[in-house]
């Protein structure tokens, strides 16, 4: 995987047309940190991250990946300078393979492309059940499975920054484990992630740093272990 970047988002504000969904948000990922981005429904987070891989286009603030501004780059660009995207419900091709879904992941991006039969390779040791389906259509896979795909399609581009929205969405306890264990153990190998979750508790454990997102502001960030002992995240997010 390629080496560390640091993510920059400095006071962003986004929306979609007349309607502003982002106000001043600033979220930072170290190289190699693990970083989980929590929030109420509609509070904005998958927004950011739309910001972040250039779906979105901000209308003020900055995004910087390993210093270079990034708010005004094409999704293509993004993912070339080594930033991925595991959007919310996943968007795979249901009609091409696992294989052929995962292959499409390093396509865009040249140093990737050369490398794919090494990385397909390290996909399948991070999620051994998709070797398994390789030659099976992605829209038959379980919705675990499905998750797999797309997450190791990501990490075919080689990324060293991951930004991932909801990956639990659908999943039962078990595969939610399965597919958060994965992302650790990416992180473990030093690429940083960003993380979306509906699943505080979970996401906070295994964050280094969380932020809090209400109504397209931080109103919080702290390390994921002080934001657990946080009451007022406890109240909101964990219903204790
Ligand atoms: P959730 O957990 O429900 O996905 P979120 O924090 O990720 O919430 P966003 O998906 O960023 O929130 O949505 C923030 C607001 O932007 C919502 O009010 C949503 O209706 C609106 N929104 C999202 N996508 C679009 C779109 N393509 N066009 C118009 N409005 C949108």
Redesign the pocket.
Known sequence: HGVGQELVIEHVAAG??K?Q?LWDVSVRVAPGEFVAMI??????????LRAVSGVVRPSAGSIRLGGREISRATPSDIVKLGLAHVP?GRELFPLMTVRENLELGAAMRPEAARAQAETLGQVYRLFPRLEERAGQLAGTLSGGEQQMVAVGRALMARPSVLVVD?PSLGLSPLMTQTVFQALKAVNEEGVSVLL?E?NVGLSLKLADRGYV?ENGQVIREGSGADLLRDPAVREAYLAL
């Open positions: 979609y047309g309607v969904v929030g109420a429904n509609g509070a904005g987070k998958t927004t950011t919310e909801e979306v509906q997102l």
